[in-house]
């Protein structure tokens, strides 16, 4: 089968390309689960955007280079805090509904880290399924989304060009998909944890797809821990959006005493690492934290979806408290590519969480991640429109694909995973967690196996693979900055800021400094 585009997940970031892509490509959007499985859809913030005649793009773009501890590329910043406005105006004015207040104006929130209310919502607390679903309602007939079908690896010709994917069937059968252009919109790697907010289907195969392939993977370092997930019996069982904290709720110890004054300026409203780090070191010692809703009026009309998540664990909000305890989030590293989605391999695009433009720096301000799809979604549809539709010829090249006869179980990977890589990380737990991955990476005699997988063992092998980059990178980075906490570097370092590591199959990097990246790029 061939197609002009091929879109791989889909996510915001996927849909918003797909329905702006011209009418005259044929454009592909393949899912491993239905439309709907991916982070987006269960995005429970909303989407930033300098709304107010108080705020400015400016002040959004401080925010984000603050939250992300300045380790973002100011010019990505810029071009997307600037855009917001205008995607979101676009959305509206193509039909797409957003909360209002009294006065027919946009409801603003205010989350974490941001100095202005400029969160708008869809929805309450389902603004990811609201958009998703106006996207989806919405999408042109030149589209066609295939559902059920695992990508497990990237098609390259003899000159290294990517020309589409291999993907297994519902009924268990192979398929090959040729394209001209092809776009991983995957999302990132939550299920490596053993505790995320991320759907099930986040499993980094994007990621280890685009590294197999030989494609520059930055950043993996950088994983932000939401503060606050519903946590029962040692277990997480969904988030409970910042939201909620710019409502006025406060984070309290089993006592009732506030955990984040004296911590932060913005005390429960701190930006993500530092809150998260903070009921992590509760929760070390043993002590339970909660969500003080006390002070949010009608919190079961503003917060549907957490009301009905805390309902169906058996919390009862007439006690005004939730259980908390901070998760796997977002993945500020990923693919590198430029804010169109342009990777290291020629035709060959990354889109979303599985991408890294440098937008967010060492950690993500909240409600940018929905931003960043649609922006990069609508630059991508705007490159491949201008491009002339060329079926050019090629030769495919032989399989790059090695995998290893030995897997671990899932809930090993994970637990491993959160231990060695999670809030708190030191040297020796991370040269002890990349020797186990690495030893099963290897296979059982220090050598590489082809296999053929099912669809569950292709998801597994990605997570390690993809568990091995965070590894990696996080040994390299002797210092702490935003979601990479090394108790044993634990202050930033200026010897590391504006440093970006970068992993490569076939090249080993290691680290390269942002400006002669840049510079050498353009």
Known sequence: MKVNVLIIGSGMASLQLARKLSPHLNVMILTKG??????????????????????????????????????????????????????????????????????????LGMEGAHSKKRIVHSGGDETG????????ATMPSH??????????????????????????LDDGTEKSFYADQTII????????YEYTSNAQT????????????????????????????????????????????????????????RIMEGVHPLGDLAPRHI?????????????????????????????PAISSLCQQHGVDLRRNRIPVAPGCHFLMGGIETDLGGRTSINGLYALGEAACTGLHGANRLASNSLLEGLYMGSELANRLNEQPCITSAWKEAASRQHYVTKLPSRKELQKRTMEAVGIVRTEQKLQDHL???????????GEEHTTNYTKEEYETYFMVLTAQ??????????????????????????????????????????????????????
Not at 208 to 215: E, F, I, R, V, W
Request: hydrophobic letters at 40%.
């Open 275 to 303: 809150v998260s780090q903070e009921i992590y070191r509760y929760l070390q010692a043993g002590e339970s934290v909660y969500l003080d809703i006390s002070t949010v009026p009608n919190f079961t009309a503003r917060f």
């Open 143 to 168: 589209v066609k989304v295939t559902e059920n079908v695992l990508v497990h690896e990237l098609i390259l010709s003899e000159c290294g060009s990517c020309i589409g994917a291999k993907g297994i």
């Open 469 to 522: 980059l965070i590894t990696k990178a996080s040994l390299q980075r002797t210092e702490s900055r935003g979601g990479h906490y090394r108790s044993d570097y634990p202050q930033e370092s200026d010897s590391w800021r504006k440093k970006t590591i970068i992993l490569n199959r076939y090249e080993e990097k290691g680290v390269a400094n942002e400006s002669a990246k840049i510079a050498t790029a353009t």
């Open 34 to 107: 239905t439309i709907f499985s991916s982070n987006s859809y269960l995005a429970q913030g909303g989407i930033a955007a300098s709304i107010s005649a108080d705020d400015s793009f400016q002040l959004h773009a401080l925010d984000t280079l603050e939250a992300g501890r300045f380790h973002n590329h100011a010019d990505a910043v810029k071009k997307v805090t600037s855009a917001a406005p205008i995607l979101l105006h676009d959305l509206a004015a193509a039909g797409c509904q957003f909360d209002q207040d009294v006065t027919g104006s946009w409801n």
């Open 202 to 257: 986040i499993t980094g195969d994007g990621i280890a797809l685009a590294y197999l392939a030989g494609a520059n993977i930055a950043d993996m370092e950088f994983i932000q821990f939401h503060p606050t997930l519903l946590y029962l019996n040692g277990k997480t069982a969904g988030l409970v959006s910042e939201a909620v904290r710019g409502e006025g709720a406060v984070l309290v110890n089993e006592k009732g005493v």
């Open 435 to 445: 020797f186990w991955l690495e030893s099963l990476l290897r296979g059982e005699k």
């Open 185 to 192: 919109a995957t999302g990132g790697c939550g299920q490596v």
């Open 129 to 136: 399924k609201k958009v998703m679903e106006f996207l989806a």
